[in-house]
């Protein structure tokens, strides 16, 4: 059987695994990755057959490249050397570049099932089509009832996005923090897409409590808008305001798709035995960027490396992927929860510091998305953020 052809429980018999991944996106991918040729019997349990469409920018950030450890340039439409940051009210338009991709843009079908096809290729076993129904407990086991038969699995790692059946089922709390957006993929005739196919492009000021994006793809725009504010938020009237913004009238071909991004992690995540959840599914996205790819392969890594660190010993398990999780990455969002209130909920002093320090504050969120640096560096370093909020 080939990597990329799944499988299908029996509806007859359980079948028995060390760890079953409820999700193929980037974390749950990332987590088979991690368990690949450590003897560990790895099931990947996906609703959708790869590859299948994915609602997302598409940008994955330098800093989430670095994490992986397969090729995934397969994949990718273009690299983008340059980041174009917009500020509307006051005027301002900074440039960011660099020797090396700052944002990577795929389709999200064929990234996430080039990492899976690689997780298979390491013995991960792929269960496509494949729905969660319940989850229950034994001793030493997870039940998971799926349309197709039983999986057990000594442990499971929960990515199965926003709205997760795994959550659901064991009475996890709701995502708090979960925000709105509309992805739009548009292509325009040749001569109107040249002056948007090098930078990636973020503008601030349009959105109320939020940012639009261009991201160009290999024959395609992605262009959306997004808002840190929950509820009726009209994003396709802010929408068509950034079409015009952008001088965009032209269009040939238009799908759109609004998704939810969850902001903030998800509460009493640690609590539920042999279950850990990644990715979207425990709210890992950064609420300045409300980018989630990192998170979400950083967090399946780190949710496997518990697993084999600890043995498979379910409280030595959770109470290891709590602590390396709030060291890598639960510290970092707390940081930048603090920074998104500044950006996006005082227009005042955001455009005090972008008058006053605009290059130097582009330059810096360069440099966190890349890796070159993080928020924690970011606040503690001499004439960083800390400085510069002073200083407004």
Not at 47 to 64: D, E, F, I
Not at 167 to 179: D, E
Not at 372 to 385: I, K, L
Request: proline share 6%; glycine share 8%.
């Amino acid at each position: 059987m080939s990597p990329s052809t799944p499988t299908v429980p029996t509806p007859s018999a359980a079948v028995e695994f060390d760890v079953a991944i409820v999700g193929a996106g980037p974390a749950g991918a990332a987590a088979a990755l991690e368990f690949g040729g450590r003897g560990v019997r790895v099931a990947i349990i996906e609703k959708a057959v790869p590859p299948r469409y994915k609602t997302c920018g598409g940008g994955v950030l330098r800093r989430a490249m670095s994490l992986l450890p397969v090729d995934v340039r397969e994949a990718i439409e273009r690299e983008c050397l340059v980041a174009e940051l917009v500020h509307h009210s006051p005027n301002l338009r900074f440039e960011c570049r660099r020797s090396q991709p700052i944002v990577s843009m795929v389709m999200r079908d064929r990234f996430d099932h080039v990492l899976v096809t690689a997780a298979q290729h390491q013995g991960a076993q792929l269960f496509a089509g494949t729905t969660v129904t319940d989850v229950t407990f034994t001793r030493d086991r997870v039940r998971l009832a799926t349309n197709a038969g039983e999986i057990n699995a000594r442990f499971v790692i929960a990515a199965d996005g926003v709205n997760s059946i795994v959550a659901r089922k064991t009475g996890r709390p709701a995502l708090r923090g979960v925000v709105p957006a509309l992805e739009c993929e548009v292509t325009l005739v040749d001569h109107a897409m040249v002056p948007f196919m090098v930078a990636a492009r973020f503008d601030f000021g349009l959105v109320p409590a939020g940012y639009g994006w261009v991201f160009p793809k290999r024959n395609h725009l992605s262009i959306g808008v997004g808002t840190t504010h929950r509820g009726a938020a009209n994003l396709p009237q802010h929408y068509q305001r950034y079409l015009e913004q952008l001088g965009i009238s032209d269009i040939r071909h238009e799908e759109r798709h609004g998704y939810m991004i969850p902001c903030r992690p998800r509460a009493r995540m640690f609590e539920v035995p042999r279950v850990l959840f990644a990715g979207d599914a425990a709210g890992l996205a950064d609420p300045v960027t409300a980018e989630g790819i990192t998170g979400g392969i950083l967090s399946g890594q780190l949710a496997a490396r518990a697993i084999l660190a600890a043995d498979f010993d379910d409280e030595a398990v959770r109470r290891m992927y709590q602590k390396t999780l709030d060291a890598a990455l639960l510290s970092e969002l707390r940081i930048a929860r603090w920074l998104a209130w500044v950006v996006f909920d005082c227009p005042r002093l955001r455009a005090a510091l972008f008058n006053r320090h605009g290059q130097r504050m582009s330059e810096l969120m360069t440099q966190i998305v890349t890796g070159e640096t993080s928020y924690s560096a970011a606040v503690r370093r001499p004439g960083h953020y800390w400085k510069l909020l002073r200083a407004a």
